[in-house]
């Protein structure tokens, strides 16, 4: 499960060294705590796949977690239209 930095650059490097640019993970391969953009850990993960060349494609229903978050909400809509994460289910 990914939960802390040092979960994501274990993401990131084992993408970069495999050389995978396209990562699909689900939704449950994440803390919860992952989707508060107050951890910064969601920030730092577009960064690092900004950085890498990487994309991120997502699984799983994220519709309760951006209604409960207008930030969350308009970073799903904005990354799905030019950022580095696509979700299976788009949120609108």
């Known amino acids: 499960m990914i939960r802390?930095?040092?979960?994501?650059?274990?993401?990131i490097g084992n993408a970069a060294y495999g050389r995978e640019p396209r990562l699909v993970r689900d939704k449950t391969d994440f803390a919860p705590e992952f989707w508060n953009l107050r951890s910064g850990l969601l920030g730092e993960l577009t960064q690092k796949l900004t950085n890498y060349g990487l994309t991120l494609h997502l699984t799983g229903d994220f519709s309760g977690e951006a209604a409960g978050?207008?930030?969350?909400h308009d970073f799903f809509v904005e990354t799905?239209?030019?950022?580095?994460?696509?979700?299976e289910t788009p949120i609108r």
């Open 4 to 11: 802390t930095h040092a979960d994501l650059m274990d993401l």
């Open 80 to 87: 799905q239209r030019t950022g580095p994460v696509t979700l």
């Open 69 to 72: 978050s207008r930030a969350l």
